[in-house]
């Protein structure tokens, strides 16, 4: 290895070290997506959440597993501390009128849990979008989520005759 | 224990009888009633409040008239499907199929029965015997569910149900209905719609969808109430009742 060569090595290293260096930077935590103001975007339905903040950002995932266990178990259905609850506030249209799903991440779900790295596994059974946007439609196209309001859901038509 | 203790004891155990004789009976001249035809008056389901916890005081199942189901209708199975977001994905021999359609031909005579077979909400669910990990469980009520947070997909459950009620979920699904979380690697079934049974709807999906009148849902508990008029009145009987599961769901004309 010459001179020359050695010099481009170094340059290539020190490139690359930069590179990933600045990367590391970009990924610290940031909490949901906010605006310029500072103000949670989309903005949420309601006033205030069920609890302070900062007691929904260290236990919210606690207060969602003691009541999800009294929902299924007890059939205690209150809105408090529901995950459909907290979806029907959170979740709500973007500047571009459509709604985000889980693995955008502009849903206010995977805003956080993105930056936080953290693998969120609620919604590969749970729904990612408000109730009122499964709207059913009549007839045999009954899964056709109202397609005003769906980001890009295909349609699936239902065809199943007897067995 | 010595014989002087025993007789407080049991005086306070007439006095606990006593009031809950009192409460019951109380609360059940409360329920609002609807007169159908003179003797037969049907109680509406009473709604409990979203913060009280389900009890044994209810026991909801179904009836089935097997006389009514008509031959080649679907309705009951595409309204369930539609309630709970089960689509089509490779055919009948893997999707999930909360109702199953079945007809019985006895061979010697050539007579037809069809019905829909879902879970059948055993009082003494094998299912839930046979759970490792305690996914599989009763409510008070009777509905027997599957707590897919700590269902592990081994599907022991599905060998030890005598109805073939439960499916298992190959696929990744997308597009759950909010009132239906589901998921692959776990084993789902028939909830007896669970969430419109708690909202105090009183109906289920299939019972409602139903326009031959052949499914009724009710709580079997409640002497009053439509579904234990019909057993009253016309009977019903279990599926495979020899193997004493005390089920939820009944049927006529079998």
Sequence with gaps: ?163 | MSPKNTKPEMNETNKIDQYRRKLLGGSAAAVAGLTLAPGLILNTVQAKSADQAVSNKNRWGLLIDTKRCADGCTDCVTACNTEHGLREIHGPATDAQWIRNVTLKNKSTGHTVNMPVMCQHCENPPCVDVCPTGASFKRDDGIVLVDKHICIGCRYCMMACPYKARNFIHEVLTDQLPVAPRGKGTVESCTLCVHKVDNGDGTTACADACKHGAITFGDLNDKNSLISKKLEISGGRELRAELGLNTGVRYQGL
């Excluded at chain 1, 985000?100 to 956080?112: G, L, Q, T, V, Y």
């Design chain 1, 1 to 163: 290895m010459n001179g020359r060569q050695l010099s481009k090595l170094l340059l290539t290293s020190a490139l690359l070290l930069w590179s990933i260096g600045s990367f590391a930077a970009g990924i610290s935590y940031s909490g949901p997506n906010r605006d310029a103001g500072g103000n949670i975007v989309p903005t949420p339905k309601g006033e205030k959440c069920v609890a302070p903040i900062a007691d929904m950002r260290a236990n919210h995932m606690d207060y969602l597993k003691h009541k999800r266990n009294e929902t299924m178990r007890q059939g205690i259905r209150t809105e408090k501390n529901s995950l459909v609850e907290c979806i029907n506030c959170h979740v709500t249209p973007g500047e571009d009128g459509k709604v985000a799903r889980i693995n955008d991440e502009k849903h206010f779900c995977a805003s956080c849990h993105r930056s936080a790295s953290v693998t969120l596994d609620c919604f590969e059974c749970h729904a990612d979008r408000p109730v009122e946007y499964f709207s059913r439609l009549p007839g045999k196209d009954v899964f056709a989520l109202n397609p005003a309001l769906s980001s890009n859901t295909p349609h699936v038509v239902l065809n199943r005759k007897g067995e």
